[in-house]
């Protein structure tokens, strides 16, 4: 069953199935993925998949894990989540209390040769559209990198809007871009 379907794309749950699992592996083998999604956990091996979203795929964890599809092909990972106090590395610029009741969104797309085909918006939009119509999300909220300016337009380009910089939560040497978009 889809969350969603517009424009070619599909985003369905992730199943706890060796497929999945096989296909998360494969796009994070990927060098050029890893310079943008986990990177922090290189080399993977299905037994890190295993630790680092079994709980995100069974649904124990407060994340929703999900594949993304192109014309009924599996092409990245997708997941969204409650905004919780410890979602980001909220600051005095950036505080909690404007974000409080919405969802958060971390995506890859697995396959290096279809970025900047503009498939990164249409999923963009179609999941935040999701989280606001259906789950009722107030805001919806990703960090990018700063430094990861195609990820940028992207989030951009779906309409959101940055509010400000934060620590990046995965590599707290760098920083992140706190893109939102309210509805």
Known sequence: ?????SDNISVRK??????DKSLLLEWLLNPK???FAWGEGAPW???????KFEEKITGSENVTACIIEY???SIGYIQYYPIEMDSYVFNEQVPYEDFAGGYGIDLFIGYPELWGEGIGVKIVSGMAN??????GAKVVCADPE???????????KAGFIPAGKIQNYDAPEKNSILMTLRQ
Request: glycine share 0%; aromatic share 10%.
């Open 1 to 5: 069953m889809y969350l969603f379907t």
């Open 71 to 73: 014309k009924s092909k």
């Open 45 to 51: 091996d299905m037994q890190k998949i295993e630790n």
């Open 14 to 19: 992730m199943n706890n199935s060796l497929e």
């Open 130 to 135: 999701y989280l606001i119509n259906t789950l």
């Open 33 to 35: 993925v890893l310079e």
């Open 146 to 156: 700063e430094n990861n300016q195609r990820s940028v337009r992207c989030w951009i």
